[in-house]
T-cell receptor, first 116, second 116 residues
Framework: DGGITQSPKYLFRKEGQNVTLSCEQNLNHDAMYWYRQDPGQGLRLIYYSQIVNDFQKGDIAEGYSVSREKKESFPLTVTSAQKNPTAFYLC???????????????FGDGTRLSIL | KNQVEQSPQSLIILEGKNCTLQ??????????LRWYKQDTGRGPVSLTI?????NTKSNGRYTATLDADTKQSSLHITASQLSDSASYIC???????????????FGQGTILTVHP
């Protein structure tokens, strides 16, 4: 089955610690995204990547970092600089099309990050 | 400022009943409007995508409408089932800057609970 796999499902972070959230897709999609979801708020974009070895900051990139060394993988690191990291993190992917943007995003099932 | 507002925030209905969820937006320029269903603890799943020229689109018991003049959309659920209990998220895309990604603005979602 094609899809997006996020791991782990639950993650706990200690003070001063960096943690990395995994996102893997086998949909052959060029574009991948990271979103943060907080209760009562819409999803907010952290980073996105349209192609391997390239990524762009989203609306709330501070305290986060990403890499895109392989088409299938887009890991997100939550650094100690992110002072309020407790949230539900969603990874998504979509077909990269320079002309049309009406392609659906496919989402993983998220990682819930909490502070110890 | 681009905004997407959904109403009601939450809704409780009995199994078998119909319901309508609302989405108002101020996003400009408009590219497309998407409705997603998000089960608790899972990632969103695409229900419909509508462009400017489409004013209705169905996916099984889900029917979305779009009025681009008044910048309003609705999602109508017919003959509700217990499995329809979820958060329904409205997303509006603008193709600002000519980038292939576009800019997605997410609503905060409507939480629907279907009781037997």
């Amino acid at each position: 089955d094609g899809g997006i796999t996020q791991s782990p499902k639950y993650l706990f972070r200690k003070e001063g610690q960096n943690v990395t959230l995994s996102c893997e897709q086998n949909l052959n999609h060029d574009a991948m995204y990271w979103y943060r979801q907080d209760p009562g708020q819409g999803l907010r974009l952290i980073y996105y990547s349209q192609i391997v070895n390239d990524f762009q900051k989203g609306d709330i990139a501070e305290g986060y970092s990403v890499s895109r060394e392989k088409k299938e993988s887009f890991p997100l690191t939550v650094t100690s600089a992110q002072k309020n990291p407790t949230a539900f993190y969603l990874c998504a992917s979509s077909i990269f099309n320079p002309v049309r943007s009406n392609q659906p995003q496919h989402f993983g099932d998220g990682t819930r990050l909490s502070i110890l | 400022k681009n905004q997407v507002e959904q109403s009601p925030q939450s809704l409780i209905i009995l199994e078998g009943k119909n319901c309508t969820l609302q989405c108002n937006y101020t996003v400009s320029p408009f590219s497309n409007l998407r409705w997603y269903k998000q089960d608790t603890g899972r990632g969103p799943v695409s229900l419909t995508i509508m462009t400017f020229s489409e004013n209705t689109k169905s996916n099984g018991r889900y029917t979305a409408t779009l009025d681009a003049d008044t910048k309003q959309s609705s999602l109508h659920i017919t003959a509700s089932q217990l499995s329809d209990s979820a958060s329904y998220i409205c997303v509006v895309t603008t193709n600002a800057g000519g980038t292939s990604y576009g800019k997605l603005t997410f609503g905060q979602g409507t939480i629907l609970t279907v009781h037997p």
